[in-house]
């Protein structure tokens, strides 16, 4: 539908837009060895259009980084991501969890580079990630694709600034025997402490609506 491919190529445009794009590894096993975080992954037929929109006009290289946040390191090295000529990967892990890549064969990798963050409870804060991909990778706008803890923690430590929210007409409900995440698990605000976001746009194709919210 027409409405869908609006969605998929605003999706693909704040990837365009981003230096980097990060996910949690639990994102990465959900998309399956052909799971992407590319522009075009996401809407092919615009693939040149993000390409000159990056290398023209943002000054940018092909690519955003591709980030995956893991603590333990049991990442499938043979997705598509750890293999896409010209993009390239940034893994940051703990010591246990480089080890752990090493042992699957991350060193032969060429586009493929773990860093470590200490941590000593397997988790490796957000403040930690961000002051990394600031100073080793030039990394000024992040864009947060990944699973619901990693995103949880993020927004508990306030460092979510925009949130793109898209509003499909359908209900899909939770039963306890197959639990479905929205999108922050593990973290719970009371209404004194929950984040609010100021609505900066608003915008519907078909019976979609597409939010953009400033914290």
Known sequence: ??????????????????????????????AGLLGSWLPEAIYPAAKDLYRKYRTEVLGKPEYPLSVIVTGTGGLDLASVVFHTPRNRVLILTTEQGKGRLSQSGSEALSSVEVKVLATEDMRISPSAILTLLRQEAGVELLLHEAGPTLFGQFLAGGFIDELFLTVAPQIAGRVAAHPRPGFVADVQFSPATAPWWALLSAKSAADYLFLRYQL
Not at 7 to 26: K, N, P, T
């Open 1 to 30: 539908s027409n409405s869908n491919q609006e969605d998929r190529f605003i999706m693909g445009l704040l990837r365009a837009s981003a230096d980097a794009v990060v996910v949690g590894a639990g994102t990465l096993q959900a």
